[in-house]
């Protein structure tokens, strides 16, 4: 295999144990499911898939997808609801182009997930983050932000979060939708960890309240099949899809990655990604509860929720700056995400991030052992 940091994001320098990555591991990236889906969507010898795409995304792409989708949900999708991304980084970025201004304010959850925060910063846009509770998004807390602030935009990961893997409970996602309706702000649920639930299926995606005008799901194809396809969806009403579909970027670019959708079809139609998410749960299952294991025996005054799915442990260590930590932790080949990047004001200094997704058994061990170390 090429030297991952000549092709790809990480750039984890040689013999050094990332536990914070949040990449999907190299050896669950499903070459031989694309590459047969790749021989049947040439085998059509249809070339539309490599023409200008529809701009809300190839239709039999979101049929495929909307099928799955109801499967997956329980409750009906339409495929006139889905509109295809290049990945939840596009889709949020494309939400942000035509949906805010600079200046204005988007609220987010503390913690949340790093990169969005870059996305919003690139925007132009100030984040203001709510407090959190053991079952994500503190409600009372975001009713309290909004009687100061109006918001354009309001960002939730509501299932599986990265990085506290916290879930969001039904009447919470309720509320929320609710608010977004009476304080006119655009909600973004970003599901991206959705169909990774290890121990638990995660209550229904906001998906089911998509239909309402300020509602969207966003989602993505690469955490349960592979991030180097690009490819996502977000689902939203029909006049925000038909503002999205008539931006100044498809005009001229046409829909978003044709060709990706026409070979993630075969996929879905093949009942592959079925399969392949079922075997995902099955090994990211094992991993976290290897993980758990090793990290009370070699870090046991680590404080954390055993996580029910998505990547991540969210460990406190009372008493320890982790970015320090990461200082020490690097020098000793092994590497974590500590828990201020995830804030939007300079907290959560306790905290580190740890996927047990990434790595097999004994890297995991040798990882937390070095990690040990450092303590
Ligand atoms: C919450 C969240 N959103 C979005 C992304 C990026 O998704 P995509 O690859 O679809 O842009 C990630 C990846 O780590 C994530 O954790």
Not at 118 to 138: N, P
Not at 292 to 297: E, I, K, Q, V
Request: glycine letters at 10%; aromatic letters at 10%.
């Amino acid at each position: 295999m090429t030297d991952p940091s000549l092709v790809t994001q990480i750039r984890t320098p040689p013999g050094t144990i990332d536990l914070g990555l949040g990449d999907p591991p190299f050896d669950l990236l499903p070459l031989d499911l694309l590459r047969r889906a790749a021989a049947d969507a040439f085998a059509h010898r249809d070339p539309h898939f490599l023409q200008y795409g529809l701009e809300q995304g190839s239709l039999p792409f979101r049929a495929h997808l909307a099928d799955f989708l109801a499967r997956g949900y329980g409750f009906p999708i339409s495929a006139e609801s889905l509109f295809v991304t290049p990945g939840a980084s596009g889709g949020l970025d494309l939400l942000c182009t035509l949906f805010t201004r600079p200046g204005q304010t988007v609220l987010v959850e503390e913690p949340s997930y790093f990169l969005a925060l870059r996305i919003f910063a690139d925007h132009g846009l100030q984040v203001v983050s709510i407090e959190t509770d053991a079952d994500g998004l503190l409600i009372e807390a975001l009713e309290a932000q909004l009687k100061r602030v109006h918001p354009a935009l309001v960002y939730t990961i509501p299932s599986f979060q990265n990085p506290s893997g916290r879930t969001l409970p039904a009447v919470r996602r309720e509320r929320l939708v609710e608010l977004a309706h009476d304080h006119d702000f655009l909600l973004v649920a970003d599901e991206v960890y959705h169909f990774l639930g290890t121990t638990r299926q995660p209550p229904a995606s906001f998906s089911a309240y998509a239909q309402e005008a300020n509602v969207v799901a966003l989602n993505s194809f690469s955490k349960i099949l592979a991030p180097g396809l690009r490819l996502g969806w977000l689902q939203a009403n029909p006049g925000l899809i038909q503002q999205l579909a008539g931006c100044g970027l498809l005009d001229s670019g046409g829909g978003l990655s044709p060709f990706t959708s026409a070979v993630v079809g075969e996929v879905i139609a093949s009942g592959g990604l079925e399969a392949h998410i079922n075997k995902l749960q099955a090994i990211y299952r094992e991993r976290l509860r290897f993980m758990d294991a090793t990290l009370r025996r070699a870090l046991p005054g680590a404080e954390y929720a055993l996580p029910e799915g998505g990547y991540f442990f969210w460990a406190r260590l009372p008493g320890v700056d982790t970015s320090a930590l990461r200082e020490r932790a690097r020098a000793r080949r092994v590497d974590l995400r500590p828990g201020k990047l995830f804030s939007s004001r300079g907290g959560l200094g306790e905290y580190m991030r740890l996927s047990f997704a990434f790595y097999e058994e004994e890297q995991v061990e040798e990882g937390l052992q070095r990690l040990a170390q450092c303590l």
